[in-house]
């Protein structure tokens, strides 16, 4: 990853794209654990005072299960609206405008307390919900599009990075001694507006993705402009040759529909893979790791008050893991560290299930349960955690990509609220056999991968799109034809035309 590969307009967009999209993503992930109680208390003394009765315990239940859950449903309605926004207002100025739902969501948060409406908190979260589902489709589109293909697994890697830090940041903020009191709980909520703020002010100096410009605005100096502002130099022919290739292999062709892409066979393994790894993202069993991390700190010895600082070891863990792969991912690959990290998933779960079982047969047991817990949240940062982001940018055209993060998004916030519905029930279930469920999901994953992910590092579009050409072969002459002639194109000259671009691709000269 050489430093000549970041120009400051990169590193620039890459940082404040990441502080008001995915950090706070991973902030409102882990914002609501340490004022619960608070909150809690909240709903207790405002009920009354609508009701004129107190709350029962079933009731209060699914007023707390809500506040949590709908950030998730929050999420799914985000993806769902993300494509329409980036088709009228582009990368960056979706990023922009979707900073108006996090400063709304966190003035509706911070002021639910003084106004005595817990339904504020409530609509908060689904809004804050709307803002984390457009900025994790929409930032990882940006970063893959102004990226040089030398450094782009690096450059997605920032989202899962600035993930890692929300988490750490809202552990932080909620200590005791900072913001997790009673009577500042709102003010952790409020803290929403600062880094949505600073992305409002610095992101217009920034250019619009350049691909976008090429490719949906037909705006060839502004793209001309924007990659050499991005890539820091003057003669960007080379940048320019390969995005003109793609665009030429793509004339006429309009933004597809989520529906069209799922029909197209050339996509279709592209789709199946996006749609596992995200499933595998959400369903690999890092929230049961976080159930449980309370408990083992416990019978470690560890004393009650002093669990949240050490629970902050592993906000830590997960920022140094993200940057950890960062750092390698343009010389180990997309294929190692994701294969790597859910098979090491794997390993670190049987063993955490085998330490839970005879956690009181040695007085040792419990401190490997903490060492099996950190190995876990290690081996997930360090590439299940980011690498889902980046593929879904790299393997898709540019006229597919839109509809292909939404499909990616909605698996994403789908399978995070089928974790949260579901998953108290397999604890209650199967108790600390409920990791072997997490192990065969990993195991599962690893499998596939290793059988089916190509290698993406250092590849243009093209050549990504034709790593997947072989799988997908079945009929693809016939079907592209049969997909452009509804748009004008004639299907034999597409056909006659398409080898010697493809070759252009190949040689970077068009």
């Known amino acids: ?262 029909k197209q066979r050339s996509a279709r393994w592209q789709i199946i893979t996006v749609v596992i790894t995200m499933a595998c993202y959400q369903l690999c069993g890092l929230n049961a790791i976080w159930f449980y991390t309370n408990n083992i700190f416990s019978t470690a010895g560890i004393p009650t008050e002093k669990i949240p600082y050490i629970t902050l070891s592993t906000g830590g863990i997960e920022t140094l893991a993200a940057i950890f792969s960062g750092l390698v991912i343009e010389r180990l690959g997309r294929r190692p560290l994701l294969i790597g990290g859910f098979g090491l998933m794997t390993l670190f779960f049987g063993i955490l299930t085998v330490t839970l079982t005879l956690q009181d047969k040695a007085p040792w047991i419990p401190y490997l349960s903490i060492v099996c817990i950190l190995s876990i949240i290690a081996s997930f940062c360090s590439g299940p955690g980011g690498i889902p982001f980046i593929l879904t940018g790299e393997f898709f055209q540019q006229a597919q990509r839109p509809a292909a993060f939404m499909i990616a998004g909605t698996v994403n916030w789908l399978s995070n609220f089928a974790v949260g519905l579901l998953f108290p029930y397999i604890v209650e279930g199967l108790r600390t056999y409920c990791f072997l469920v997490f192990a065969a999901i990993c195991l599962l994953g690893a499998t596939y991968f290793y059988f089916v992910l190509p290698e993406t590092k250092n590849k243009t579009y093209a050549e990504i799109s034709q790593a997947f050409a072989k799988r997908n072969k079945e009929n693809l002459p016939g079907e592209k034809a049969e997909q452009d002639r509804p748009n004008g194109l004639a299907s034999s000259k597409l056909e006659l035309e398409s080898p010697t671009l493809d070759n252009g691709v190949q040689n970077k000269i068009v």
Request: with cysteine.
């Open 1 to 262: 990853m050489p430093a000549k590969d970041w120009s400051c307009a990169l590193l620039a967009a890459s940082l404040v794209g990441a502080l008001g999209s995915s950090f706070l993503y991973g902030y409102n992930l882990s914002v609501v654990n340490a004022p619960s109680r608070y909150i809690k208390t909240f709903y207790n003394d405002t009920w009354p005072k609508r009701q004129g009765r107190s709350i029962d315990e079933n009731t209060l239940m699914l007023l707390w299960s809500l506040t949590v859950s709908i950030f998730a449903i929050g999420g799914l309605v985000g993806t769902m609206v993300v494509t329409l926004i980036g088709k009228v207002l582009g990368r960056k100025y979706t990023l922009l405008a979707n900073n108006a739902f996090a400063i709304l969501a966190a003035l509706l948060m911070a002021c639910s307390q003084k106004a005595g409406s817990f339904e504020m908190l409530i609509l908060g979260r689904f809004i804050m919900g709307v803002d984390g589902g457009i900025a994790l489709s929409a930032l990882p589109m940006y970063l893959s599009e102004i990226s040089p293909k030398e450094i782009r697994g690096s450059l997605g890697q920032v989202t899962a990075i600035f993930i890692c830090i929300g988490v750490f940041t809202g552990q932080l903020l909620g200590l005791p001694e900072i913001l997790g009191q009673e009577s500042l709980w709102p003010y952790l909520f409020g803290v929403i507006v600062v880094p949505a703020s600073i992305q409002l002010v610095s992101l217009p100096f920034l250019p619009e993705s350049p691909r976008y410009l090429l490719f949906e605005k037909h705006d060839q100096e502004g793209a001309r402009k924007a990659f050499q502002t991005f890539l820091g130099k003057a003669d960007i022919s080379q940048e320019m040759a390969e995005a003109l290739a793609e665009i030429r292999l793509q004339r006429n062709i309009r933004l597809v529909s989520v529906w069209e892409l799922v």
